[in-house]
């Protein structure tokens, strides 16, 4: 495993510096540019690099974020994901170019792009707008319409019922649950979160659900301080045994409000992740989470793509499963 002075000799910066920003402590003043390079670096550590046999496909796709560059920082799912297409396409050599859909002008303009690979929550009014660029298209981590567009999903209700069923093992009756919730960006719906929703269902099933230990904000550091905060003040010693955090960045959050209000992380409370982001098993205590393998999200949406350019015409659906890694956060 990659060292915190692996990546600080690499991003060229101080290990504190690493350290603060694998933190996401918010007291650093260090440049969006930092910040990028240390994630991307964090990230590329971890990576495991593979070399399959390099076709000559000489053409040229479109990386579309859904997330604005500032808020891609914030949520390092979306740019690992990112970083595994980069790297699937580097193998297979195709040139590919970035762009954010808050942008869509610009992308309007592109007069030799072959195929797109969008990346976040796309409406159907959405995925309808980038079809007026190219037909080849694939969607990753949604599914617009699994009848018309291919898509590389995550199987999040099996991922949330291993952390319950983990946590009952380990004896915690008393489970709570902090996520966050989103829109798509055109405002046209609500975005039905599979975590929260397997969360309250799945306890409910097992006779172990509490409504009043539910939060929901937004999936962030600050939201997973904040809200943290605001279990500990109302359930006082009553604080359930263990969370379950929608995302890691909120994971993170919590960890900070105990550590500051003094409650021991594992040994009072539990706390799982979702994602297991490079910067989990840096953050103290180190973060149990659920692996989400965005590597491999990536890679498998370029591979969608040249299946496409190929000739295949019907669409395929993939769901990747997770793996629970135990970490020191949990007990």
């Not at 979306?78 to 790297?87: E, H, K, P």
């Not at 190219?134 to 995550?154: L, R």
């Not at 230990?213 to 962030?220: K, L, M, R, S």
């Amino acid at each position: 495993m990659a060292t915190i002075k692996d990546i600080a000799e690499k991003a060229g910066v101080s290990i504190a510096t690493v350290s603060r920003v694998l933190n996401f402590d918010e007291t650093l003043s260090v440049t969006d540019e930092t910040k990028k390079r240390i994630f991307e670096v964090a990230e590329s550590l971890s990576y495991r690099k593979k070399s399959p046999k390099r076709i000559n496909i000489s053409t040229k796709i479109a990386i579309v974020s859904w997330y604005t560059e500032e808020e891609e920082l914030e949520d390092l799912y979306y740019l690992s994901i990112s970083l595994g297409i980069t790297n699937r396409c580097q193998q297979k050599n195709i040139s590919a170019v970035k762009f954010f859909y808050s942008h869509y002008d610009e992308l309007l303009e592109l007069t030799d792009i072959r195929g797109i690979i969008a990346v976040g929550k796309f409406s159907t009014a959405q995925a309808e707008n980038l079809k007026k660029i190219t037909d080849n298209i694939v969607f990753v981590d949604c599914s617009p319409n699994e009848d018309k567009y291919d898509s590389v999903i995550v199987d999040f209700e099996r991922a949330t019922k291993n952390v319950i069923d983990y946590l009952l093992i380990k004896n915690h009756k008393s489970i709570g649950y902090i996520g966050g919730k989103e829109l798509y960006r055109d405002k046209s719906d609500n975005i039905v979160d599979l975590r929260e929703k397997t969360f309250r269902s799945y306890m409910k099933e097992k006779g172990h659900y509490n409504e009043s230990a539910v939060y929901i904000g937004n999936f962030t550091v600050s939201d997973g301080y904040t809200l943290m905060k605001k279990a500990i003040q109302e359930h006082g010693e009553n604080l359930p045994t263990a969370f379950c955090a929608g995302n890691d960045q909120i994971a993170i959050g919590c960890l900070r409000a105990l550590l500051e209000e003094k409650i021991d992380v594992p040994e009072r409370v539990s706390i799982v992740g979702l994602n297991d982001i490079s910067v989990s098993k840096y953050v103290f205590p180190p973060l149990t989470t659920v692996k989400v393998f965005t590597e491999l999200m990536g890679e498998t949406s370029v591979d969608l793509l040249i299946e496409q350019l190929e000739g295949r015409e019907i669409p395929k659906k993939v769901s990747l499963g997770t793996k629970l890694i135990k970490r020191r956060s949990s007990f």
